[in-house]
């Protein structure tokens, strides 16, 4: 049992073992220990940002210094990148600056973006530390039981689908079953800083899922806004993690949504 509150290990043991269904997985900050998105985000800048064109202007605010960003140094960029990723979410809403970030993720086969994906996974997976990204013992063991039960399990994420994909296989989840930020390719099968909608954000997510899937889930399991919805549209049950923001707290204890602190194993 571990970490869970008794009264969600027993709703979750009775309504897994009494019949099959689908099972929706936030994945940053639910199945996992922080964000993975973000580390990817950091891993295209740090790696000097190849896969993408030498303007960038489109994306910016300064339109003059992005005109051929290399022409400056990492790090200075890096800064810059943080710096309007901020600016979107404080100025747009958390969806836009999500969007926003796509045009990092562009330029790359999909192979290529597996192989990105996984080479990152290795290196921040490994750690116990505030800053390291690792799979919830807890959710693990969780996945392990619908399995054995027969349920279909998804992850369902505002991640870009591939670099989650990527890794699904740390989870016993197929790729296929991935449902993210899906990219628009090339015609040299390049990704492109184009979106397919749905987006996988809000409402979105559940849009997906029924675009995708073609039902509604039996349970589904998040920790944030973003996820709330998919949290309401649960047939059986939903649980959200709390990290610490009593309006999202309080938004799914109103729709009977079980509430699971955070589990710390840093």
């Not at 059986?236 to 009977?256: H, L, Q, S, T, Y």
Request: aromatic share 14%; glycine share 6%; with cysteine.
């Amino acid at each position: 049992m571990r970490r869970w509150v008794p009264e969600i290990h027993g709703n979750l043991t009775q309504i897994i073992s009494s019949a099959p269904g689908i099972a929706c997985f936030d994945f940053d900050n639910t199945l996992i220990y922080n964000d993975f998105g973000e580390k990817l985000m950091e891993a295209v800048v740090n790696d000097g940002m190849v896969n993408l064109p030498n303007d960038l202007s489109p994306y910016f605010r300064n339109h003059s210094y992005w005109k051929d960003h290399r022409s400056h140094p990492t790090e200075e960029k890096a800064a810059l990148i943080w710096e309007e990723y901020t600016y979107f979410l404080k100025e747009f809403g958390i969806e836009a600056g999500y969007r926003w970030t796509s045009f990092l993720f562009q330029g790359m086969t999909k192979e290529e973006f597996y192989d990105f994906s996984r080479a990152n996974w290795a290196k921040v997976s490994g750690h116990r530390t505030e800053e390291a990204v690792f799979p919830q013992p807890e959710l693990l063991d969780l996945i392990t039981f619908l399995n054995k039960k027969d349920w279909i399990v998804y992850i369902v994420t505002a991640s870009p689908e591939l670099g989650i994909a990527a890794i699904s296989d740390h989870f016993a989840i197929p790729e296929s079953q991935v449902i993210g930020m899906r990219q628009a390719f090339s015609p040299e099968g390049k990704t492109l800083p184009v979106i397919i909608e749905p987006y996988t954000y809000g409402k979105g997510k559940v849009a997906a899922i029924l675009s995708r899937i073609g039902n509604l889930p039996d349970l589904a399991f998040g920790d944030s806004f973003n996820d709330f919805p998919m949290l309401c549209s649960a047939k059986r049950k939903a649980v959200a993690m709390d990290k610490g923001n009593p309006e999202f707290v309080d938004a799914c204890r109103k729709e009977g949504i079980l509430i699971q602190p955070f589990m710390n194993h840093v």
